[in-house]
């Protein structure tokens, strides 16, 4: 039987409430689980968000995307994506280009530097997927999905 979240955090005093424990445990799990995600990425010298900046611009293809685009679709939020994407271009990973017509528009796409990374990344990544949340079943795992789907709906 896995611990609970007060036996973890040596907790001696009851939660004030339900929505507390889950609310904290639900904290507790993502800081686990991102840190040992964290872990492999540092070996490829790029952080978490990076990589989510690189799958996002993958998956929108050589159209890429605005730098709002890009915001939106990140899975953690991030207060100056413009400053994410200076630093990523620096290290070649994407490029951004001004439009001709409208030069308030500039697209970020992903470059074959960091196509490079990401394939590279693919199999590390799912292996790490595979090691943190294989030991579920797919019916746990598909409630759960379903449970934090509900957790992160307007109440």
């Known amino acids: 039987?896995?611990?609970?979240?007060?036996?973890?955090?040596?907790?001696?005093?009851?939660?004030?409430?339900?929505?507390?424990?889950?609310?904290?445990?639900?904290?507790?799990?993502?800081?686990?689980?991102?840190?040992?995600?964290?872990?492999?990425?540092?070996?490829?010298?790029?952080?978490?968000?990076?990589?989510?900046?690189?799958?996002?611009?993958?998956?929108?293809?050589?159209?890429?995307?605005?730098?709002?685009?890009?915001?939106?679709?990140?899975?953690?939020?991030?207060?100056?994506?413009?400053?994410?994407?200076?630093?990523?271009e620096e290290a070649g990973l994407v490029a951004r280009e001004r439009d001709s017509t409208d030069r308030r528009l500039v697209t970020t796409r992903v470059t074959r530097q960091g196509l490079s990374l990401l394939s590279r990344l693919d199999a590390p990544v799912a292996e790490a997927h595979e090691k943190a949340l294989g030991h579920m079943p797919s019916a746990q795992l598909r409630s759960l999905i379903d449970l934090l789907a509900l957790a992160r709906s307007p109440a």
Do not use: W
Request: hydrophobic content about 40%.
């Open 1 to 88: 039987m896995p611990s609970s979240l007060q036996d973890e955090i040596k907790q001696t005093k009851p939660f004030a409430s339900l929505e507390q424990e889950a609310l904290l445990s639900v904290e507790r799990t993502a800081a686990v689980l991102m840190h040992r995600f964290a872990d492999i990425l540092k070996s490829f010298d790029i952080t978490p968000t990076q990589y989510n900046v690189l799958r996002v611009l993958r998956g929108a293809g050589p159209d890429g995307l605005c730098r709002n685009e890009v915001r939106d679709r990140l899975i953690s939020q991030v207060p100056d994506v413009t400053r994410l994407l200076d630093r990523m």
